[in-house]
């Protein structure tokens, strides 16, 4: 048994070896990044309003249980059992400031807020203390979780009052001692909803909340589900590693979904996060591998953030070759690439066929690329199988150190095809070596490639029924089928390693050598932050 262990692992290590491109063999995998991103004061200022503004309401709803307090009156000590919070309207402006090495200044402005009081002890009733313009200091840390997810730890919390601040109580010793106590009283209510919602609605939930998400786009409603489930398993004190996965609906229609699914891109935090004058940078893993399981043999080749920050954008980011790479390696074993055309696929149905003539309706079929086919298989159906050999590579470079580059290898099977049994007959197969240039167009999440040929080599391995001579004949007859057809290999694009609760606005690309940079602004998930941080995540949040 040990033998057979050993002999096992040896044959995956050859395997692994030689489905590894030779343009990629030297650059091993060291663990670095394959993302860096940076979020610019701007952006910084931005997801803080929008937080600040979507958690309001939580703060002023939020059941903090704390001890009751007491203050010495000259009538006795006054216990303040209960307080409840009220906010009249929304914050006024919000100041952010990164601080080195880990934290983001957060000023909250006119701040119109109200507190409840219950009191027992000395004097028994209730109180009200207002306050018409405060204004709140945070210092927001941030660092990476065990899990490699950002986690928020307010390092300091204090109310400056710009205005008076009114006690509403029978007037007496007691309302004298609590009037010098009001600021404090204000400002323990005030932060400590704000740390409980820090930590029990972002911290909490968002690590629960996989670094790891399949390259199927997955619906908000999905991601809710997932995140309850693991809520669910941690109050019952299961292993959540041992939880089962459930299917996700998926919306790619060009890869068979079910092989797409299991391909898991990586947002895992790698170092600890950097602040610093130019904005928050978070270096990211960015592989994608079988089920987030990693492996991927190759890695990431040095490469850095810009060394000036984009006032007009709120994001920048880097992303390295690895990152489409490792797609094309993972995907290549699990066959996500693999095509099959028949005379039933829209394009190329026409010409999938040994014979063509005028009445036939057609005056070109690839019996006239294969004579030898057309001789041996006349007035044939036919479709062809495609299939990766060994993983594609992309290599990003600028235009003046030659492009972005596609290399491919790959095997294509010619079948006969039955309609009458619906059956396919192997009868010859080629291989096929592709070097192309690319051309890059960007969405909001993806980068969609589109190539152009430079060289083809087609190779024949069924010599009795596709001779050489044919074959390199038809090359530039066959350019275009062959274009297109990689092209809708690579239809579905390449995704841009951004988290789901981030939406890009209009990304701006620059080629690097062997790396993209995006600059861009961004909008936020709202409808799934407000959720995800609501007291009931089972409640829909609609947005007015």
């Given amino acids: 048994m040990r033998k057979f262990i050993i002999l096992a692992c040896c044959i995956g290590l050859v395997v692994t070896e030689l489905n590894v491109p030779e343009a990629l063999k030297r650059e091993t995998n060291s663990g670095r990044a394959g993302v860096k991103a940076r979020l610019s004061p701007r952006g910084i200022n931005f997801i803080a309003n929008f937080l600040t503004n979507a958690l309001i309401t939580e703060l002023v709803t939020v059941s903090v249980t704390s001890a009751p307090q007491k203050v010495s009156t000259g009538a006795g000590e006054v216990t303040v059992n209960e307080?409840?919070?009220?906010?009249?309207?929304?914050?006024?402006?919000?100041?952010?400031?990164?601080?080195?090495?880990?934290?983001?200044?957060?000023?909250?402005?006119?701040?119109n807020i109200a507190a409840n009081l219950k009191l027992g002890g000395a004097v028994a009733g209730n109180a009200r203390i207002t306050t018409s313009n405060a204004q709140a200091n945070l210092e927001i840390a941030i660092v990476r979780n065990f899990n490699g997810a950002p986690n928020l730890r307010i390092a300091s919390c204090k109310i400056v009052h710009k205005a008076p601040i009114n006690l509403e109580m029978a007037s007496g010793p007691a309302k004298d001692a609590l009037n010098k106590e009001v600021a404090e009283l204000l400002q323990s209510l005030l932060c400590s909803r704000a740390e409980f919602i820090t930590e029990e609605r972002?911290?909490?939930?968002?690590?629960?909340?996989?670094?790891?998400?399949?390259?199927?786009?997955?619906?908000?409603?999905?991601?809710?589900?997932?995140?309850?489930?693991?809520?669910?398993?941690?109050?019952?004190?299961?292993?959540?590693?041992?939880?089962?996965?459930?299917?996700?609906?998926?919306?790619?229609?060009?890869?068979?979904?079910?092989?797409?699914?299991?391909l898991f891109l990586d947002y895992t935090i790698l170092n600890e996060v950097k602040v610093n004058d130019m904005g928050v940078e978070i270096e990211t893993s960015g592989e994608v591998s079988l089920r987030g399981r990693g492996g991927t043999p190759f890695g990431a080749v040095p490469f850095s953030l810009?060394?000036?920050?984009?006032?007009?954008?709120?994001?920048?980011?880097?992303?390295?070759?690895?990152?489409?790479?490792?797609?094309?390696?993972?995907?290549?074993?699990?066959?996500?690439?693999?095509?099959?055309?028949?005379?039933?696929?829209?394009?190329?149905?026409?010409?999938?066929?040994?014979?063509?003539?005028?009445?036939?309706?057609?005056?070109?079929?690839?019996?006239?690329?294969?004579?030898?086919l057309r001789r041996m298989h006349p007035n044939q159906q036919l479709s062809m199988s495609f299939s990766t050999v060994q993983a594609p590579v992309i290599q990003f470079k600028p235009t003046s150190e030659g492009g972005i580059s596609f290399?491919?290898?790959?095997?294509?099977?010619?079948?006969?095809?039955?309609?009458?049994?619906?059956?396919?007959?192997?009868?010859?197969?080629?291989?096929?070596?592709?070097?192309?240039?690319?051309?890059?167009?960007?969405?909001?999440?993806?980068?969609?490639?589109?190539?152009?040929?430079?060289?083809?080599?087609?190779?024949?391995?069924?010599?009795?029924?596709?001779?050489?001579?044919?074959l390199d004949d038809s090359v530039l007859l066959a350019r275009e089928v062959l274009q297109r057809m990689v092209n809708d290999v690579l239809r579905e694009g390449i995704p841009i390693p951004v988290h789901p609760l981030f939406q890009l606005n209009k990304p701006k690309v620059k080629v690097l050598n062997r790396a993209l940079l995006l600059q861009t602004n961004f909008d936020l998930n709202e409808r799934l932050l407000r959720q995800l941080t609501a007291a009931d995540l089972r409640k829909r949040v609609i947005r007015v």
């Fill in 202 to 262: 972002i911290n909490e939930r968002f690590s629960l909340l996989s670094p790891k998400m399949p390259l199927a786009n997955i619906n908000d409603e999905t991601i809710v589900k997932d995140l309850i489930a693991s809520m669910r398993l941690i109050r019952r004190q299961r292993d959540l590693f041992r939880a089962e996965r459930r299917p996700r609906e998926s919306l790619i229609t060009g890869f068979n979904v079910t092989r797409a699914e299991s």
């Fill in 407 to 470: 290399s491919l290898l790959g095997k294509i099977v010619i079948n006969i095809v039955n309609p009458a049994f619906n059956t396919e007959e192997k009868v010859a197969e080629m291989g096929i070596n592709v070097d192309a240039k690319m051309k890059i167009r960007l969405s909001s999440s993806v980068v969609r490639p589109k190539i152009s040929l430079n060289s083809i080599i087609l190779t024949t391995l069924s010599p009795g029924i596709l001779l050489q001579k044919e």
């Fill in 306 to 372: 810009p060394p000036a920050s984009n006032a007009d954008s709120m994001l920048q980011m880097v992303v390295s070759d690895f990152v489409p790479n490792s797609l094309m390696y993972h995907g290549h074993t699990i066959g996500l690439f693999n095509t099959h055309i028949d005379p039933s696929t829209p394009h190329f149905g026409p010409i999938m066929k040994t014979t063509c003539s005028l009445s036939s309706g057609s005056l070109f079929c690839l019996g006239d690329l294969f004579p030898t």
């Fill in 83 to 111: 307080m409840t919070l009220t906010i009249n309207h929304a914050p006024g402006a919000i100041d952010t400031r990164p601080r080195a090495p880990a934290s983001v200044l957060l000023q909250v402005n006119q701040l």
